[in-house]
């Protein structure tokens, strides 16, 4: 079975540019997480979708952050304009379902660094 | 609001030792809890799962415990091996229990 795919891998960009990141989840996967991972500490979730609708998106910057899934698959997260402390790692996993003890897939992460 | 600790930020042990993590959670009372590991470079694998009804869980050389009482979560890796090196992360759920609140992980190394 083909696990999350996330592009890019790594992402060098300059405060305030503007930059987006796709993920694909596992096949048959309804629940979406992206996750942002600052270095040295645990994933911090950011959005979760349910097959194309947010189910929690309390924690998402919503001023420069936005994500959208919008045929239930793949995903895009997208930061505008970019601040310096965006330079994190950011994950995407996917799960069954959502709302019980579904274990998460991740994905690569996409590395990103703002300078 | 809840909150998760991480016995310590590094773990070091011998190789053929037992390594133990531990996870404690305040201000709520998760009704399960997962374990992940996590490589340099790499997003986290799922381990184990334990709920509060269990208060022991196995998988090969891996072993997890979960103290209602005490509100805590231990982690142990028996005969332990340089490729166990990794960072581990406790995950409970949050409260609306619809996703999951990371800790933020103990790096293990095993040395040979």
């Known amino acids: 079975e083909a696990g999350v795919a996330q592009s890019p891998r790594y992402k060098i960009i300059e405060k305030r540019q503007s930059v987006a990141f796709w993920c694909n989840p596992i096949?048959?996967?309804?629940?979406l997480y992206w996750y942002q991972q600052i270095l040295g500490q645990g994933p911090k979730l950011l959005i979760q979708?349910?097959?194309?609708?947010?189910?929690?998106d309390s924690q998402l910057p919503k001023d420069r952050f936005s994500a959208e899934r919008l045929k239930g698959v793949d995903s895009t997260l997208k930061i505008q304009p970019a601040k310096l402390e965006d330079s994190a790692v950011y994950l995407c996993?996917?799960?069954?379902?959502?709302?019980?003890?579904?274990?998460?897939?991740f994905g690569p992460g996409t590395r990103l660094t703002v300078t | 609001s809840q909150k998760i600790e991480q016995n310590s930020e590094a773990l070091n042990i011998q190789e053929g030792k037992t390594a133990t993590l531990t996870c404690n959670y305040t201000?709520?009372?998760?009704?399960?809890l997962q374990w992940y590991r996590q490589d340099p470079g790499r997003g986290p694998v799922f381990l184990l799962l334990?709920?509060?009804?269990?208060k022991e869980k196995r998988k090969e050389r891996l072993k997890v415990t979960f103290d209602t009482t005490l509100k805590q979560s231990l982690f142990h890796i028996t005969a332990s091996q340089p490729a166990d090196s990794a960072t581990y992360l406790c995950a409970p759920p949050t409260t609306g229990a619809n996703n999951l609140f990371f800790g933020t992980g103990t790096r293990l190394t095993v040395i040979p």
């Open positions: 096949s048959g996967h309804a629940t």
């Open positions: 979708f349910q097959n194309n609708g947010v189910v929690d």
């Open positions: 201000n709520y009372s998760p009704a399960y």
């Open positions: 334990i709920r509060e009804n269990e």
């Open positions: 996993a996917s799960s069954l379902l959502t709302g019980g003890p579904y274990e998460q897939y």
